[in-house]
């Protein structure tokens, strides 16, 4: 099947690195359209995915713009519309993998005649989009889309609370590799002693560095925890959130935890890492859609705790699986550190339970196929229109 996929970031979030999953399959037909450059062009052309950088201009439209602000970026985008639609006519399908992307796609595929097929990582509530912004995506995601896949349950609830089409959605949930989680024993001996932290109870942070994702609820969490907890925070501040790195800084200044949390910026050793923590701590104050890290803290079979809102308690079985706990109750995340702590045993358990149970709920493959079969329905339904 030859599938142009489209997406508007050049830089490595979970949709990109689901995207790059999901390509592989059919990198011998399809192009990744790209709307603006950087390490995910790089990640694509390495596992090589054919891949284009369509624009490098930026699209100035952000997730709480309103209508003037939203119609003005729409109008810019008319030149990458065009393109995309002529572009398009290589190809059987379109996949837009962002909203920028749905944009464009919508637009691109009314030009084209070409089926368009929305994924949707995000949740489209107020926690994380204007009105105007929720308005559109779903409106352009009902009146040319012929499948919207969403991330998870929760990404679809929401979809259709802001009045998206239910019979158009089905939920696809991320994939992976379990043997890709698998690495020696003693590479992440080697990282905890590289990190001086041999001996210390290791919470581990993987994302990207921005309000939303809660660091500074694990920081307050460390405060109340033995001084023996140390953490790692490992991710960057992927979208300009300057202002949310400098008050994380200041924070542990404050709390007097400098020799107790390391930042470790954006890393691509994702697996030796985990595996040199005793805890993964997801803290996500707003609903997470997905939560690729949580299912890769479960392949890495390390124990996790995450915030319960989302789709995370459809990754998480409470008290079998992983902890949960309130989002941004950080009095409630210490607890559960502190008994990870004092029960490694109980831990180990659900590690393993996780590990194993991951390995089928989220393998690649499965989910590779139940995205064939998906696609190949709307072309089939497209042949007989
Ligand atoms: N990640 C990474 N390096 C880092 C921090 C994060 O490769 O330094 C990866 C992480 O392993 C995960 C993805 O980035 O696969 C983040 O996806 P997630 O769904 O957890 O959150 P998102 O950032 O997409 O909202
Ligand atoms: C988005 C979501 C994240 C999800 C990822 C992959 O980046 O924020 O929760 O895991 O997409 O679907």
Redesign the pocket.
């Known amino acids: 099947m030859k599938i142009l996929f489209l997406d508007q970031s050049g830089k ?7 995207l790059g999953d999901l390509a592989k399959p059919y990198r011998n037909h399809c192009l990744v359209g790209l709307f603006a450059d950087g390490t995910f062009r790089e990640l694509l052309e390495h596992q090589q995915i054919p891949v284009q950088v369509l624009t490098t201009e930026a699209i100035r439209v952000k997730k709480d713009s309103g209508v003037l602000q939203s119609l003005g970026s729409m109008s810019s985008m008319l030149p990458l519309i065009l393109k995309v639609s002529q572009i398009a006519h290589d190809y059987q399908l379109i996949y837009a993998n962002t909203q920028k992307a749905l944009v464009v796609g919508a637009f691109a595929s009314l030009f084209s005649r070409r089926p368009l097929v929305y994924h949707l ?1 995000d949740i489209l509530s107020s926690d994380h989009f204007s009105l105007t912004n929720r308005r559109i995506a779903v409106t352009l995601a009902n009146r040319f889309s012929s499948l919207v896949i969403a991330n998870s349950q929760a990404t679809k609830a929401a979809f259709i609370a802001a009045g998206g089409s239910p019979e158009l959605t089905e939920v696809v949930y ?1 994939g992976f590799e379990p043997n890709s989680y698998k690495t020696q024993a003693n590479d992440s001996h080697k990282i905890r002693q590289q990190l001086g932290l041999d001996g210390k109870f290791i919470v581990g942070h ?3 560095l ?1 309000p939303w ?1 809660g660091q500074h609820i694990l920081l307050e969490a460390l405060a109340q925890c033995p001084p023996e907890v140390s953490a790692i925070l ?3 501040a ?1 979208f300009g959130e300057q202002q949310y790195v400098q008050h994380l800084h200041q924070q542990v200044a404050e709390l007097g935890l400098k020799e107790r949390v390391q930042f ?5 050793d ?1 697996v030796p890492l ?1 595996k040199a923590c005793d805890l993964i701590a ?1 803290t ?1 104050t707003a609903p ?7 299912v ?1 803290a479960m392949l890495c079979e390390r124990p996790i705790v995450a915030a319960a809102a989302g789709g995370v308690i459809e990754l998480i079985e409470a008290e079998k699986t992983g902890w949960l706990f309130s989002p941004s109750d950080s009095q409630q995340l210490a607890q559960i550190i502190t008994t990870c702590r004092n029960q490694p045993q109980q831990a180990a358990i659900m590690a393993q339970q996780a590990q194993s149970q991951a390995s089928q709920r989220f393998n690649l493959n499965t989910v590779n196929q139940q995205i064939a079969q998906l696609l190949n329905r709307v072309i089939f339904t497209q042949s007989l229109n």
């Open positions: 490595l979030g979970g949709a990109e690195l689901s990582h991320n993987f994302s990207r921005s994702k490992v991710g960057d992927l470790l910026g954006f890393r691509s994702i985990m997801h996500s997470e859609p997905f939560g690729r890290v949580i890769e």
